[in-house]
């Protein structure tokens, strides 16, 4: 399998397939780099929030207790890991399996639309911002938290070299450009900052349509 052939089939194979092993495996990652810029990036949200490839709901600990929550995702296999997840935390949540390049939601519909580590398996991931932003209303939050290609050389370099076996396993890009993915569905960039040797990106961004 190559970049060129990814596809949703794919992913929803490889996300059902690594389900079982998907917490313990970014248990490390999501304990020293992630938790505090997940709950940063979710816990100012209210009202009716989307979250694309929600996976295991890796955000749903951090989400204010009185939102209403809709995560869609490929795999009905990580769904319903997020699904017990939110009744821990005691979430109201909805899960859909649905792919994020064609939502069946209609415009302006939410108040915040969230994607987390997801841009990297997304087989078109400019329609599936696109997408975001259509179901996002007027004045409200597109925020993202993202990997990509690192800023230093270095890094990139070792990045390269990983990237085709780290697709062909988990379906994920190690050399995704989200800034450039958002710019190209037309959307303008608020914020963007990079942490852990450039290669995470937290990214704000708002649409240039109005749905109110
Ligand atoms: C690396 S996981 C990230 C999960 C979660 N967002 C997080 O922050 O931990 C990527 C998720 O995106 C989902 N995904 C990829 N492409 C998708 C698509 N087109 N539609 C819906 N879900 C998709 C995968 O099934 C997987 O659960």
Request: aromatic content about 8%; proline content about 3%.
């Amino acid at each position: 399998m190559n970049e060129q052939m990814n596809n949703i089939r794919n992913i929803k194979d490889i996300y059902n397939r690594n389900a079982r092993w998907y917490d313990f495996l970014v248990k490390p990652i999501e304990f020293f780099l992630l938790r505090k810029k997940r709950r940063k990036l979710v816990v100012p949200l209210s009202g009716k929030i989307l979250e694309i490839g929600v996976g295991t709901g890796a955000n749903l600990a951090y989400y204010r207790n009185d939102i209403s929550f809709i995560g869609v995702d490929a795999s009905p296999e990580m769904l319903k890991i997020a699904q017990r997840k939110a009744e821990r935390h005691g979430i109201s949540a909805d899960f859909r399996e649905m792919d994020a390049e064609n939502l069946e939601f209609p415009d302006g519909y939410f108040d915040a639309v969230v994607s987390t580590l997801t841009l990297c398996t997304v087989p078109h991931p400019v329609q599936a911002v696109r997408e975001m932003a259509r179901v996002c209303k007027g004045g409200g939050r597109l925020l993202f938290l993202e990997h990509g290609k690192s800023c230093i050389g270095l890094v990139a370099r070792l990045q390269e070299g990983k990237s085709g076996k780290h697709f062909q396993k988990h379906g994920c890009r190690l050399l995704s450009d989200p800034l450039n993915i958002i710019a190209s569905a037309g959307l303008h960039i608020k914020i963007s900052k990079r942490f852990f040797l450039g290669i995470f990106q937290q990214i704000e961004a708002t649409a240039s349509h109005t749905h109110i």
